[in-house]
């Protein structure tokens, strides 16, 4: 993942886990399980989701709802509840050697072969679990809130965080269960852990305050897929991404998680290895799509909830409140250095009539969305910038591309001038496999700004040597349209976002798979309004060449018709 990564990898695989529930003398009943981050090795305090402790609740999940809770003491669950914790190889375990007392592996434990010496390379395989007690469950309220706000009320049926795709078999008792834990975590303490193995394991976690990680700076999640699952495979996989969105303490990511990583941590390329926040839900889906982000709980607050429910309900464990890590800068000392992205800011919402989609920002009083979002010329739009400086401009469309044309364009004039928004330069050249991000207020309109989230450039679409259409890897969704296209390097406007893809066979969106205009289409056009007011130009638009055309229906062209033998 390069050198930018390098530190904040090594804290996210030394603190990683997974943690498994399950009932005493109860084989047959199975197990739970969840990732988790392990915050302190003396004692060994640890961090995981609370989702897998719904079962052994004795007052039921309704416990976690009930007005007023915010925390629950351990002994809130069963006494047939068993605890085991496993993480990875000591950070002192040298590549390719077996540690102290147990065999390389040269075939995955899971697979149920005996194992046999290495032949080359291999990582060292997972500690063996170790046996945990339950402190407290605990959540934040404010997160809840937050939650309630942006998915209750009329949308609530739209969306969905279960673990398991919409058309999966899950009983509705199970579905409230997970929806009731879904900002719930669980603070556990893992039984003595021999001297020699807290002494390896190295450095100790920090956490970023609430608010200092900015939209689209990047992150790094570390979960285990599937849990408990094969660990010698899963355990601390990782997976790179943004801060897509944030709301409080509820914030979302790109970076793709599954099933199984509830509760694993997410960490900041800045300072390295920074905790940012706890994996809440690793799918969520919107009118039955998946949408390609990962919902999560920011980790500063859970741990001063933790210190306060430490306090509360266990007065002799001021010990343990004192070994839970602290945010950056108090008393480390050590700022987050990283603004953001400048470019984010030049994303707008545009608003015509009871539609809405995303624009940016190309002069001081013009922007350029989509015909699908402000069809007709001369009407009346809104658009609100994400500065503070101007709620609202008004605005009207001067001109519309007509349906008949492959470019899905409008272009708004503005009453005054957006204040505070950064114009982005243009680019000139495109290279496939860059990385790009998409700005756009595709998830929650307006609720909390534009949402960022990352890829790749993945194919440069060209007619006669010129770029007639791009494709990224950036998860994009209605109302992302419009929104501009960034190299996330340079900053340079690349295009403008026109579609994700849908199959009409099965009617599933992918939003990892989308199209956007190239800028070197618009921008001489553009430069021609923006100084002589001649929209000569932009009428160009409605007539392009077959082959554009051809380009942007996603579809061969139909063979010629065989001919007739008779």
């Not at 290495?118 to 997972?126: N, S």
């Not at 839900?281 to 039955?288: E, F, I, V």
């Not at 998946?290 to 001021?318: D, E, H, K, Q």
């Not at 990892?512 to 021609?528: C, D, E, K, Y």
């Amino acid at each position: 993942m390069g050198r930018q990564w390098g530190p904040a990898m090594k804290v996210a695989e030394q603190t990683g886990c997974v943690v498994s529930a399950s009932r005493a003398g109860q084989p047959e009943a199975g197990s739970w399980s969840c990732s988790g981050v392990i915050l302190s090795r003396t004692p060994g305090l640890v961090l995981c989701h609370g989702g897998i402790f719904t079962p052994f609740l004795r007052a039921g999940s309704g416990a976690l709802t009930a007005a007023g809770a915010a925390f629950l003491p351990g002994d809130s669950c069963g006494e047939d509840l068993r605890l085991h914790v496993q993480w990875g190889p000591t950070a002192a375990s040298p590549v390719g050697r077996p540690e102290r007392g147990r065999p390389a592996l040269c075939t995955p434990q899971c697979a149920g072969l005996e194992s046999g010496p290495l032949a080359g390379h291999r990582e060292p395989p997972p500690q063996l679990p170790h046996p945990a007690e339950l402190l407290l469950l605990l959540s934040c309220p404010a997160f809840r809130a937050h939650f309630a706000h942006l998915f209750g009320s009329e949308t609530a049926e739209q969306w969905r965080f279960a673990s398991t795709a919409p058309d999966a078999e899950v009983s509705e008792d199970e579905e409230e269960d997970q929806l009731r834990a879904l900002g719930w975590f669980a603070l556990l303490r893992v039984r003595p852990i021999p001297e020699e193995e807290a002494d390896e394991r190295g450095p100790r976690v920090a956490v970023a305050p609430l608010g200092a990680v900015p939209k689209g700076a990047p992150l790094l999640a570390c979960g285990s897929p599937f849990g408990a699952f094969c660990p010698d495979i899963f355990l601390n996989t990782l997976s790179r991404g943004v801060l897509s969105n944030a709301t409080g303490p509820l914030l979302l990511t790109d970076a793709r998680c599954l099933p199984g990583t509830e509760g694993g941590g997410v960490f900041a390329a800045r300072p390295p290895g920074v905790l940012v926040a706890l994996v809440a839900a690793p799918l969520c889906w919107k009118s039955r799509e998946w949408v390609g982000l990962t919902l999560l709980c920011a980790a500063a607050p859970l741990l001063r909830a933790a210190r306060t429910a430490l306090g509360r309900l266990r007065p002799c464990a001021a010990s343990l409140a004192a070994l839970l890590p602290p945010e950056v800068g108090t008393p480390w000392g050590q700022p987050l250095r990283d603004p953001g992205p400048p470019w984010a800011a030049s994303a707008v919402l545009v608003e015509c009539g009871t539609v809405w989609g995303s624009g940016v920002v190309v002069a001081p009083r013009l922007v350029v969305t989509c015909r699908h979002v402000a069809p007709r010329e001369a009407s009346r739009v809104v658009v609100r910038p994400t500065t503070s400086k101007s709620a609202k401009i008004w605005g009207h469309v001067v001109f519309a591309t007509r349906e008949t044309s492959p470019y899905d364009i409008a272009v708004v004039s503005l009453e005054e001038d957006l204040e505070g928004v950064p114009i982005p330069v243009p680019t000139e050249h495109f290279h496939k496999g860059e990385a790009v991000s998409v700005v756009g207020f595709g998830i929650f309109g307006q609720a909390c700004g534009p949402s960022v989230t990352s890829g790749i450039l993945s194919a440069v679409v060209r007619v006669d040597e010129s770029p007639v259409m791009l494709q990224t890897t950036c998860a994009v969704h209605g109302g992302s349209s419009g929104g501009p296209l960034f190299s996330t390097h340079s900053g340079d406007l690349l295009g403008i976002v026109a579609s994700n893809t849908r199959d009409n066979n099965t009617g599933a969106t992918y939003p990892h798979l989308n199209f956007s205009i190239p800028i070197t289409v618009l921008q001489p056009a553009l430069q021609q309004y923006s100084q002589t007011g001649d929209l000569g130009s932009l009428r160009e638009l409605d007539h392009v060449a077959e082959p554009v055309r051809v380009v942007w229906r996603l579809q061969q062209p139909l063979a010629e018709a065989p001919r007739s033998k008779l």
